[in-house]
């Protein structure tokens, strides 16, 4: 029984345009969320986390947005850029046991 | 050096060897983590380590996976009899955060490829 869900295995956008990314949870003892970036070959790199004590995190072009009540959060890159062409994977925690649970990932590809 | 390191990069093994795959972390992390990745999913949890003690191993598959880390540095998977569903991509992650001051954000190496044919 998966605990982090992203849904969508792929996504496509256009240079500048907003890139949306979506993960779903089930466990209620997940108290903080972390969006890790992969690109091919390469080990995942951190790129943005959010406490379930907040509802928004910003950071540059990223913005992470969670929803307690629907156990959703979303990853918005605005603008997209082509090098933000890579697999994203949602991750949840709960900071009390200090390991992650990953969903499969989304890849998006960002074109010029 | 300056990022987590893994050796060997890809390994290809028969049925029923066994495999040995090593972790050098960041020099000073005391958490380290293993991570499974097969092809099309997610990095599933392993083990972890805090310095040399294994806090956690609920997420090896079988008795024919073991981790150590004796000096609280290097670490090593081993993975004996080794069966076809043991393909995947073996991550290692180190941290600088543990216990109360955990953050969540680790850093991954690039893997090791294990193939078994």
């Known amino acids: 029984d998966q605990q982090v869900k992203q849904n969508s295995p792929s996504l496509s956008v256009q240079e500048g345009r907003i890139s949306i990314l979506n993960c779903d949870y089930t466990n209620s003892m997940f108290d903080y969320f972390l969006w890790y970036k992969k690109y091919p070959a390469e080990g995942p790199t951190f790129l943005i986390s959010?406490?379930?004590?907040?509802d928004k995190n910003e950071d540059g072009r990223f913005t992470v947005f969670l929803n307690k009540s629907a156990k959703h959060l979303s990853l918005h890159i605005v603008p997209s850029q082509p090098g933000d062409s890579a697999v994203y994977f949602c991750a949840a925690t709960s900071l009390k046991y200090s390991t992650l649970t990953f969903g499969k990932g989304t890849m998006l590809l960002v074109s010029p | 050096g300056a990022g987590v390191s893994q050796s060997p990069r890809y390994k290809v093994a028969k049925r029923g060897q066994d495999v040995a795959l090593r972790c050098d972390p960041i020099?000073?992390?005391?958490?380290l983590f293993w991570y499974q990745q097969a092809l099309g999913q997610g990095p599933e949890f392993l083990t972890y380590?805090?310095?040399?003690?294994?806090?956690?191993k609920s997420g090896l598959p079988s008795d024919r996976f073991f981790a150590e880390r004796p000096e609280g540095s290097v670490s090593t998977l081993k993975i004996q009899r080794t069966q076809q569903e043991d393909s995947a991509v073996y991550l290692c992650?180190?941290?600088?955060?543990?216990?109360?001051?955990?953050?969540?954000?680790?850093?991954f190496g690039e893997g090791s490829r294990l193939t078994v044919l």
């Open positions: 380590f805090q310095n040399e003690a294994q806090l956690d």
């Open positions: 020099s000073g992390h005391v958490s």
């Open positions: 992650a180190s941290s600088s955060s543990y216990g109360t001051d955990y953050t969540g954000e680790l850093f």
């Open positions: 959010i406490s379930s004590i907040k």
